[in-house]
């Protein structure tokens, strides 16, 4: 298919260099976005991750489907036109026609194969595996623009899933690349760590050119450096600014975010392997505090790792009553028991990670230890918060607990449970075989009985097992030039779609 081979691989990532190409740019339709993290790849199989996500999800790299997050919900078309439910259980996906990579060469069935294959590799420690947990999946190429997925057992959402992995040519090494090649609207022409990317409108794109000719990318951390960017038009969107910078109604949206905030902990280490440590924990933090101080109106309590509007949501589960005084007394009973409740517990936190993390942080530290804990609060970057963060975990690092936020915006509680719980989840704390049994039944089943499933599941993790210690649902608020025609939605956090930005 005369495709070129891509030669950057792992150690220009490494290398940090600066790839520039230059091109016309119709004057105005040129916008600049101001993000609170930087981002240390750029890798299409890690596009579910929101640093990396809101940059080239969708804009440089698209999927066969895509999940309809604006509009309410649904699986629309996207590399794939049509798909269909075979007799064996299989999906069909017809694949979309005279569509062309960045770099020039055709798109076809042997490009979704390798892609799928690639991103679910071993030998890549890509994040598209944890949503294909627990269920073995091959793809069979039946002719260049029709493909089969088989998957064992049978996924009814598997379309569903498939939005979630991102198309790369079929000579794609199976390695993290530098330079992404995508069917998308946009291609990289300029990445300086640390510093700035550009996107760049490509000819030849198969869908209606979008509006935006060109986007670039800065990493500012404080909010109000971002918000204050965008006022004095340094910048023409950012999209996550604090609720106190929040003052323009002309500018500034509220908007439902598909982030849960919690506290990930690890139930083999001591003293979090007693459940009444981790119960303590739960009872020790005052959650409603939170809300209209250092989080936005509209943020609401988590009592799972999906937002409420997700299949499967349990409303019969409770958010744990904020009692100090309780905890202590768990804590005196595990320590009667030999519990080593006094041992010093490291709390991890990616830095910059929403507005206000840093006093968030500081505030729980503080009601922790007022109920009897010894915590210790770390702030990491982005690269060294996700080796805590998924499998292998570092090993002898003594308890920690992990402050992390799960995106789940697609409406199933399988984009979440499996990575999440399962004793094989890459980001998984709790090892339980019933946990394991509902997570299989339920990602198998089909309608009321895998809502019903779904909500058993969540019931037992949170009360039985007390997985984590579960915080928000959080509400956004992004900044947006009057230039610019875009409103944010749940979607925003975790891809940002240039396509959906006009002018007015």
């Not at 390798?114 to 590799?121: G, K, P, Y």
């Not at 951390?221 to 604090?242: H, K, N, Y």
């Not at 020790?284 to 949501?313: H, K, N, S, Y």
Request: negative net charge; contains cysteine; glycine residues 6%.
């Amino acid at each position: 298919m005369g495709k070129r081979i891509l030669a950057m691989g792992a150690a220009a990532v490494l290398a940090g260099l600066s790839v520039t190409v230059g091109t016309a740019q119709a004057e105005g339709t040129d916008i600049k976005i101001v993000l609170p993290e930087d981002l240390d790849l750029l890798e299409p199989c890690m596009a579910t991750r929101s640093n990396i996500g809101r940059v080239i999800f969708q804009n440089v790299s698209e999927t066969l489907t895509e999940y309809d997050a604006r509009e309410g919900g649904g699986v629309l078309p996207r590399l794939a036109e049509t798909w269909e439910q075979m007799p064996d259980g299989s999906w069909r996906f017809h694949l979309r026609r005279g569509v062309t990579f960045s770099d020039g060469s055709g798109f076809d069935a042997q490009d979704v194969k390798h892609s799928f294959e690639r991103a679910l590799s071993d030998k890549i420690s890509c994040e598209t595996p944890r949503y294909f947990g627990g269920m073995t999946v091959q793809a069979n190429v039946v002719d260049d623009h029709t493909i089969d997925f088989k998957a064992d057992p049978v996924q009814p959402i598997l379309p569903l899933l498939m939005s979630m992995v991102t198309i790369v040519p079929e000579e794609t090494p199976i390695e993290f690349v530098r330079d992404p090649i995508g069917t998308g609207p946009y291609k990289v022409t300029e990445w300086t760590p640390g510093q700035r990317i550009v996107l760049t409108r490509r000819d030849g794109y198969w869908g209606a050119e979008p509006k935006v000719t060109s986007a670039t990318y800065l990493v500012r951390s404080d909010p109000a450096v971002r918000a204050a960017m965008v006022q004095t038009g340094e910048a023409d969107l950012a999209p996550s600014i604090s609720l106190v910078d929040a003052t323009n109604p002309a500018t500034d949206f509220p908007y439902l975010d598909s982030e849960t905030v919690y506290l990930r902990l690890m139930h083999d280490v001591p003293p979090m392997n007693d459940v009444r440590v981790r119960r303590a924990l739960n009872m020790a933090i005052d959650r409603q505090a939170f809300i209209g101080t250092l989080l936005p109106e509209g943020a609401e309590l988590a009592v799972a790792l999906f937002p409420p509007t997700t299949a499967g949501w349990n409303p019969d589960v409770k958010v744990p009553a904020y009692d100090p005084e309780g905890a202590k007394k768990l804590l005196a009973e595990a320590k009667a028991d030999g519990v080593p409740v006094d041992t010093q517990i490291r709390l991890i936190a990616r830095t910059a990670q929403f507005p206000n993390i840093t006093e968030v942080m500081e505030a729980m530290q503080q009601m922790l230890t007022d109920a009897g804990f010894n915590v210790k609060l770390e702030f990491r970057e982005v690269a060294e918060h996700e080796s805590f963060y998924s499998k292998p975990y570092p090993k002898d690092q003594g308890p920690y607990m992990l402050a992390a936020m799960h995106d789940n915006s697609r409406g199933d509680p399988a984009f979440t449970m499996y990575f999440k719980y399962d004793s094989e989840g890459m980001q998984s704390g709790i090892a339980d075989p019933k946990a394991d049994d509902l997570i299989a039944r339920a990602s198998a089943a089909t309608g009321d009985e895998r809502a019903k499933l779904w909500q058993e599941l969540v019931a037992y993790l949170h009360d039985d097992v007390v997985a984590d210690v579960l915080l928000f649902h959080m509400v956004g608020y992004a900044r947006v030039s009057e230039r610019l025609d875009f409103k944010p939605s749940i979607a925003t956090n975790g891809q940002l779609q240039l396509s959906q930005i006009g002018f007015k």
